[in-house]
T-cell receptor, first 114, second 111 residues
């Protein structure tokens, strides 16, 4: 158990809908990262927040948005969902924001768009 | 720029050794290694930093050739529990804290 929690574990929704994925980092971690992993694919970096501020952005679609709240939990919002958005979405956290910090991954949210 | 991992897959018998490679065409600040078992979250193994510093598990060894922008993960005396997909993630010197992962190397250890 990494100490990172994600809810929900599974989500099934229809195309065109909007969903929110939630992540709570490990106690003491200030950075939160979001990744997308499609079927047997690698991890695609979406976005990073550090202490409430956006720190780095990957190939995140305009239909996707995220934020980190004052209590450091983070939410990833996915809207106008398409079949291709079906994937595992991981949240990770680290103590700091830079390249020297290991990331601890949550169990993931499996999103299925039908 | 996504790093390239090799081999894509490797099958071992318990007790055998393996080397997994990761290379980038960009100047790197650090290389991270993670292992993911099917359906589970990636688990941190090691960080190798420019300048030679390393952080990670005592039983894992790896190297980082800064001149070639290459890293290798050494798995010795493999155990059944080593099975999984190994990902390297790289921090480019110009990309800030963004970590870019390779496609992964699938390792299977058989009895």
């Amino acid at each position: 158990d990494s100490g990172v929690t994600q809810t929900p574990k599974h989500l099934i929704t229809a195309t065109g809908q909007r969903v929110t994925l939630r992540c709570s980092p490990r106690s003491g971690d200030l950075s939160v990262y979001w990744y997308q992993q499609s079927l047997d694919q690698g991890l695609q970096f979406l976005i990073q927040y550090y202490n409430g501020e956006e720190r780095a952005k990957g190939n995140i679609l305009e239909r996707f948005s995220a934020q980190q709240f004052p209590d450091l939990h983070s939410e990833l919002n996915l809207s106008s969902l398409e079949l291709g958005d079906s994937a595992l979405y991981f949240c990770a956290s680290s103590v700091g924001a830079g390249e020297t910090y290991e990331q601890y991954f949550g169990p993931g949210t499996r999103l299925t768009v039908t | 720029q996504q790093p390239v991992q090799s081999p894509q897959a490797v099958i071992l018998r318990e007790g055998e050794d393996a080397v997994i490679n990761c290379s980038s065409s960009k100047a790197l600040y650090s290389v991270h290694w993670y292992r993911q078992k099917h359906g589970e979250a990636p688990v941190f193994l090691m960080i190798l930093l420019k300048g030679g510093e390393q952080k990670g598990h005592d039983k894992i060894s790896a190297s980082f050739n800064e001149k070639k922008q290459q890293s290798s993960l050494y798995l010795t005396a493999s155990q059944l529990s080593y099975s999984g997909t190994y990902f390297c993630g790289t921090h480019e010197e110009t990309s800030g804290s963004r970590l870019t992962f390779g496609e992964g190397t699938q390792l299977t250890v058989n009895p």
